[in-house]
């Protein structure tokens, strides 16, 4: 925005410069016209004239000196913001990738979601109804978590290691029973990793 800012005020400097130097150049063209007609014949109106012919050569001169000083910074503004429009359409094209990238994966997350949703509602219908009062109560206080493996006589819900005693309870305990782990009181889920 400030380059192009700056490059417009450069075109209307620019054409203000012009203008000006057309002015003197109209009016050294006039007084050219006058001193060649032979309509003024006094010698100090010839002076005068032919004096201010010199100061609007060197008027115009100076004139067009800064309509070329400007015409390079309009040049420099100008390539300026090109360039800044290059910039800014290669990171639109990466925001407008990452954009489209991140909502393809938020479908692959709802779809997957909604699957895994699917599934536990399978799975809960097969689980006895007193199992899911109790798994659901212990989730709401876990922060969403009502079981966990026992692995490697570790739970993985507080990742701390059953002692002994513990162990033996579980050993002990039959494969329908509901076993919590002590420390987290989360359910237990055995599977042959246990290391009971």
């Given at each position: 925005?400030?380059?192009?800012t ?13 203008q ?5 150049r ?16 006094s ?13 609007l ?8 000196d ?17 360039e ?7 990171v ?66 507080c990742r ?37």
């Open positions: 925005m400030a380059a192009q700056e490059e417009g005020d450069c075109a209307r400097e620019q054409t203000k410069a012009e000006d130097v057309d002015q003197v109209q009016r050294a063209v006039r007084d050219q016209q006058r001193l060649d007609s032979g309509a003024v014949t010698p100090k109106d010839l002076e005068n004239l032919q004096r201010e012919l010199v100061s050569a060197k008027r115009q001169g100076d004139l067009e800064v309509v070329l000083e400007v015409m390079e910074r309009r040049e420099s503004a100008q390539e300026r913001v090109a800044l429009t290059e910039r800014t359409g290669a639109q094209a990466k925001h407008d990738d990452a954009t489209s990238r991140r909502d393809a994966a938020q479908g692959g997350l709802d779809d997957e979601a909604a699957s895994v949703t699917k599934e536990r509602e399978v799975v809960a219908g097969s689980v006895p109804a007193d199992l899911m009062k109790l798994y659901e109560k212990i989730r709401g206080q876990q922060g969403g978590v009502g079981a966990a493996k026992l692995f490697q006589r570790r739970c993985e819900g701390l290691e059953l002692n002994i005693t513990e162990l033996n309870e579980v050993r002990a305990a039959a494969p329908g029973t509901v076993v919590r782990c002590e420390n987290c009181r989360r359910i237990l889920v055995r599977t042959s990793e246990s290391g009971l």
